[in-house]
Structure formats: structure tokens, C-alpha cells
């Protein structure tokens, strides 16, 4: 297990390598010059240069490139351009909002969505199965700021229940925190327990329908024992998957969510930076999701190994 884990850790290796560069090159060459956007609209072409000199701009790509990579190997994320503050200090800031929502989400997406895709693949050909993939389609279908803002209408503004926006650190409370968490986990993570019940009950089809799951109940084994220790087990690696493709979904979808909801998150720094053209912020907030991201998969292999030992090989 311990050399599975190390060949795993060696190959993000390449891979961040390449992000580093796909996200330098692509923001680099994209339209729109950030020293024209800092420098202001009433600012002359001499304006101009001297911003982009302070900045490095005019230095030639590739040193450009080298300057930055060197910086980001010891640590250094870059400053932003206009708040002046370190892009790791930015990013910290806005940590807790971000784990915290993707970490409510998760759990509520699993807890949700596997059990109704054992209970629709068991059910299979009936009403129970047609109602929950036909939620599920309709979940997966919807936009989630249109869920979002559905959300916020019904259980905020109508019924009063929880409040409409904004965050509260957990150190305040847990319960005004989730409270604050309520909605926004909701709105993303049912587009995510959708695409996981839709696949957990294909793979319990699959696996339903093998030898030693007739074998199992011609033993006179109870149904339960035969639907979670034997099928649900076996089903196990397609499903955690799908988890480990959603995280994807998520990390998307907090840009959205927090925006919404405005949660001081993540996503909504993403979006001032972008606005902004904020390199510095723009590049290591996309490094850091790409690093979180590429750790995750590397524990879902972890899980893949314990699921199935014959990954290990």
C-alpha cells in the first residue's frame, strides 16, 4: 500500500506542472491587459508602461514564466495586484466559507442520493424507481443559481426559516453557521445527488443481477443483509467514482452558489479577481482548487485500494 501511495504522489507531479503552465499561458494570453485596467481609464501609454514594467509585464514570456514558477516553488503565491496583500493571506481568509459548504454539501449529496439509488435499484420497474429518477433528472437538469434563488424565495423570504444570505464562522455558533449553511448545500449538492443516485442504481442493477446474488438469496439471507453486505459493497468503487468526478461539479458550483448566497468564499474572490484581471489571485486560486482537486483523486485511489486489492497491482 505504501508504494501504491508514493507512485500516486509522484504522479501529480507532472500533472501540476502542466496546470501551472495551461493556467499561466491561458490568462497570460488571453485579451485585456491588466495594466491598462490598474493604470485607469484617464491614464496615458507612458502610465501604461511604467505599471507594466512595476508589474514584470514586460519582461518576455518565458522569463515571465520562470520568475513566477521559481516563486511558486518556495511558497510564494504572488501579491495582488490591487489589494496589495499576499495571495496565500487572501486565500486563507476565504478557507473556512469554501470547506465549509463543499464539507456540508458532500455529506448531505451521499447521505441523500446512495440510499435512493439502492431503494430505486431495488424497486426497479416500479413507481418508487420511476419517482426517484424522475427527481433525479429534474435535479441534475436545473441550473443551480435557478435552485438556488428558489430556495432563498421559499424557505427564506416566505417562510422565514433560514436567513436569505452572508456566512457565519463556526467559531460564532454552530448553530447560526449551519444555519447560514442550510440552503447553500442544498442548491449545490442536489445537481451532485442526483448524478450519484442515477449511478448507484445502475451499478446495484449490474450487481444485482450476478450469480452470487441469486446464490445469496436461495441461502434464505434477509433482504437487507443481501442489499448492503453483498450488493452494495461489490458496487462500492463505481460509486466512490462518481464521488471523486462530482468534486469537480463542486468546485465549479461554489463559484456559483457563493455568489448567491453571498458567501465571502473562494468563488466570490475568484469572481472580484476575474473582474479585476487579478493574475496573481486568478493563478493561485486556480493552482490551489487544481492541488485540492488532485489530492482528493489521490484518496479516492487510496479508497480504491481498500475496496479492491487488486488495483493495488
Same mark, same amino acid.
Request: glycine content about 8%; proline content about 5%; overall charge neutral.
Given at each position: $500500500?505504501?508504494?501504491?501511495?508514493?507512485?500516486? /504522489? !509522484?504522479? %501529480?507531479?507532472? &500533472?501540476?506542472?502542466? =496546470?501551472?503552465?495551461? =493556467?499561466?499561458?491561458?490568462?497570460?494570453?488571453?485579451?485585456?491587459?491588466?495594466?491598462?485596467? #490598474?493604470?485607469?481609464?484617464?491614464?496615458?501609454?507612458?502610465?501604461?508602461?511604467?505599471?507594466?514594467?512595476?508589474?514584470? @509585464?514586460?519582461?518576455?514570456?518565458?522569463?515571465?514564466?520562470?520568475?513566477?514558477?521559481?516563486?511558486? @516553488?518556495?511558497?510564494?503565491?504572488?501579491?495582488? =495586484?490591487?489589494?496589495?496583500?499576499?495571495?496565500?493571506?487572501?486565500?486563507?481568509?476565504?478557507?473556512?466559507?469554501?470547506?465549509? !459548504?463543499?464539507?456540508?454539501?458532500? #455529506?448531505?449529496?451521499?447521505?441523500?442520493?446512495?440510499? @435512493?439509488?439502492? +431503494?430505486?435499484?431495488?424497486?426497479?420497474?416500479?413507481?418508487?424507481?420511476?419517482? +426517484? $429518477?424522475?427527481?433525479?433528472?429534474?435535479?441534475?437538469?436545473? *441550473?443551480?443559481?435557478?435552485?438556488?434563488?428558489?430556495?432563498?424565495?421559499?424557505?427564506?423570504?416566505?417562510?422565514? #426559516?433560514?436567513?436569505?444570505?452572508?456566512?457565519?464562522?463556526?467559531?460564532?455558533?454552530?448553530?447560526?453557521?449551519?444555519?447560514?449553511?442550510? /440552503?447553500?448545500?442544498?442548491?449545490?449538492? !442536489? &445537481?451532485?445527488?442526483?448524478?450519484?443516485?442515477?449511478?448507484?442504481?445502475?451499478?446495484?442493477?449490474?450487481?444485482?443481477?450476478?450469480?452470487? +446474488?441469486?446464490?445469496?438469496?436461495?441461502?434464505? /439471507?434477509?433482504?437487507?443483509?443481501?442489499?448492503?453486505?453483498?450488493?452494495?459493497?461489490?458496487?462500492?468503487? *463505481?460509486?466512490? %467514482?462518481?464521488?471523486?468526478?462530482?468534486?469537480? !461539479?463542486? +468546485?465549479?458550483?461554489?463559484?456559483? %452558489?457563493?455568489?448567491?448566497?453571498?458567501?465571502?468564499?473562494?468563488?466570490?474572490?475568484?469572481?472580484?479577481?476575474?473582474?479585476?484581471?487579478?493574475? *496573481?489571485?486568478?493563478?493561485?486560486?486556480?493552482?490551489?482548487?487544481?492541488?485540492?482537486?488532485?489530492?482528493?483523486?489521490?484518496?479516492?485511489? =487510496?479508497?480504491?485500494? @481498500?475496496?479492491?486489492?487488486?488495483?493495488?497491482?
Amino acid at each position: $500500500m505504501g508504494g501504491f501511495i508514493l507512485r500516486r /504522489l !509522484l504522479a %501529480t507531479i507532472p &500533472v501540476m506542472l502542466v =496546470v501551472a503552465i495551461v =493556467v499561466f499561458l491561458l490568462l497570460h494570453l488571453s485579451p485585456g491587459d491588466p495594466a491598462a485596467i #490598474i493604470a485607469g481609464d484617464n491614464a496615458n501609454d507612458a502610465d501604461i508602461e511604467r505599471v507594466r514594467a512595476t508589474l514584470g @509585464l514586460d519582461k518576455p514570456l518565458v522569463t515571465q514564466f520562470l520568475l513566477w514558477l521559481g516563486a511558486l @516553488l518556495q511558497g510564494d503565491f504572488g501579491t495582488s =495586484v490591487f489589494n496589495k496583500l499576499p495571495v496565500w493571506g487572501l486565500v486563507t481568509q476565504r478557507l473556512e466559507p469554501t470547506i465549509s !459548504l463543499t464539507v456540508v454539501t458532500m #455529506i448531505f449529496a451521499v447521505t441523500v442520493s446512495i440510499p @435512493l439509488g439502492v +431503494i430505486a435499484a431495488w424497486k426497479a420497474g416500479t413507481w418508487i424507481d420511476y419517482l +426517484i $429518477m424522475g427527481i433525479a433528472v429534474l435535479a441534475f437538469s436545473a *441550473p443551480v443559481f435557478l435552485i438556488g434563488y428558489g430556495l432563498v424565495y421559499q424557505f427564506a423570504r416566505i417562510w422565514r #426559516i433560514f436567513p436569505v444570505q452572508g456566512y457565519t464562522p463556526i467559531a460564532q455558533g454552530i448553530g447560526a453557521w449551519w444555519d447560514h449553511l442550510v /440552503l447553500p448545500a442544498i442548491a449545490l449538492g !442536489l &445537481v451532485f445527488a442526483a448524478l450519484l443516485a442515477r449511478m448507484t442504481r445502475s451499478t446495484m442493477l449490474d450487481v444485482l443481477n450476478e450469480d452470487y +446474488i441469486r446464490t445469496a438469496r436461495a441461502k434464505g /439471507l434477509a433482504p437487507h443483509t443481501v442489499l448492503l453486505r453483498h450488493a452494495l459493497r461489490n458496487a462500492a468503487v *463505481p460509486i466512490v %467514482t462518481t464521488i471523486g468526478l462530482g468534486i469537480a !461539479l463542486l +468546485i465549479g458550483g461554489v463559484v456559483v %452558489t457563493e455568489s448567491v448566497f453571498a458567501i465571502p468564499g473562494i468563488g466570490r474572490l475568484t469572481i472580484e479577481a476575474v473582474t479585476q484581471r487579478d493574475y *496573481p489571485v486568478i493563478q493561485g486560486v486556480i493552482l490551489i482548487a487544481s492541488l485540492a482537486y488532485v489530492l482528493i483523486n489521490l484518496l479516492i485511489d =487510496v479508497a480504491y485500494a @481498500l475496496l479492491d486489492p487488486r488495483i493495488r497491482y
